[in-house]
């Protein structure tokens, strides 16, 4: 539940900012230069439809852009651990963190960190067979795809 908080609050900054972006550029795309237009302008993201939608977006967010995926091994983690770090390493991951049960990821460009809203880690539970990954859907997804022919 704290990862939810965490994730909604980062999301819920990194939206505002954008919308506010979006506004202030079409604001100037579309001619108007007087400050005070611009104040009336921005005074459009106070509507309660848009609140609506805003917070509907922050609220969902979290819930669907992060997974785990259960990954079964043949053999045991050890095993496939190099192949692993090998993969983390093409992607852009580097090692943050190991204990005998976990191992954390992270990317090592800040452009990416950026880019992925510094929502980066990618988490291993190697303390069973299934392995659990998780994190971002999209990268937990991609680096599955990936061990899939690593592993082989």
Do not use: C, W
């Not at 400050?35 to 921005?42: K, P, S």
């Not at 800040?110 to 069973?128: H, P, Q, T, V």
């Amino acid at each position: 539940m704290v990862q939810y908080f965490k994730r909604f609050l980062i999301f819920a900054v990194y939206f505002a900012v954008l919308i506010t972006l979006m506004f202030i550029v079409l604001f100037y795309v579309k001619g108007y230069n007087d400050e005070g237009e611009l104040i009336n302008y921005l005074s459009t993201l106070l509507q309660k439809k848009f609140i609506l939608f805003y917070v509907g977006m922050v609220a969902i967010y979290p819930l669907f852009a992060f997974i785990n995926v259960k990954r079964h091994l043949n053999k045991e983690y050890a095993y496939y651990s190099e192949a692993v770090e090998r993969v983390m390493e093409q992607s852009g991951y580097i090692k943050l963190n190991e204990t005998d049960t976990h191992i954390t990821f992270r990317k090592e460009k800040m452009g990416a960190r950026l880019a992925l809203m510094f929502l980066d880690e990618i988490s291993i539970n190697k303390s069973d067979n299934p392995v659990v990954i998780s994190g971002l859907r999209k990268e937990v997804r991609k680096l599955n795809r990936m061990l899939d022919t690593a592993l082989l």
